[in-house]
Nanobody
Framework: VQLQASGGGLVRTGGSLRLSCVASGNILRIDDMGWYYQAPGKQREWVASITDGSRTDYANSVKGRFTISRGVDKNTWYLQMNSLKPEDTAVYYC????????????????????WGQGTQVTVSS
């Protein structure tokens, strides 16, 4: 199982970006998908999450500005980021937990945390 994040870039304050994450592998189900960010010199922090049942939740700092969603292919999820602020500048990581996948004809129900490689978001003032 691998997660691949993309969509970061440089935008001005008030601008928008859309991050994408694709989970590859023989994945049958993902219970929880989300995004975290890590600013320079700080710990990684949770941003938003969406469940297999499409329930969403957001950090207070991004409520009303960011939207997490899943693709038609349910192994893909997105983070639409609007009204970006300089304090949103960070490396953004996609995250998945509660995977059911197959390996060599065996089913694996995993509680492991899976992470994407990170994508840089820079918001200039």
């Amino acid at each position: 199982v691998q997660l691949q994040a993309s969509g970061g870039g440089l935008v001005r304050t008030g601008g928008s970006l859309r991050l994408s994450c694709v989970a590859s592998g023989n994945i049958l189900r993902i219970d929880d998908m989300g995004w975290y960010y890590q600013a320079p010199g700080k710990q990684r922090e949770w941003v938003a999450s969406i469940t297999d049942g499409s329930r969403t939740d957001y950090a207070n700092s991004v409520k009303g500005r960011f939207t997490i969603s899943r693709g038609v292919d349910k192994n893909t999820w997105y983070l639409q980021m609007n009204s970006l602020k300089p304090e949103d500048t960070a490396v953004y990581y996609c995250h998945a937990k509660g995977l059911l996948y197959s390996v060599h004809d065996s089913l694996v129900a995993s509680g492991e945390d899976f992470w994407g490689q990170g994508t840089q978001v820079t918001v200039s003032s």
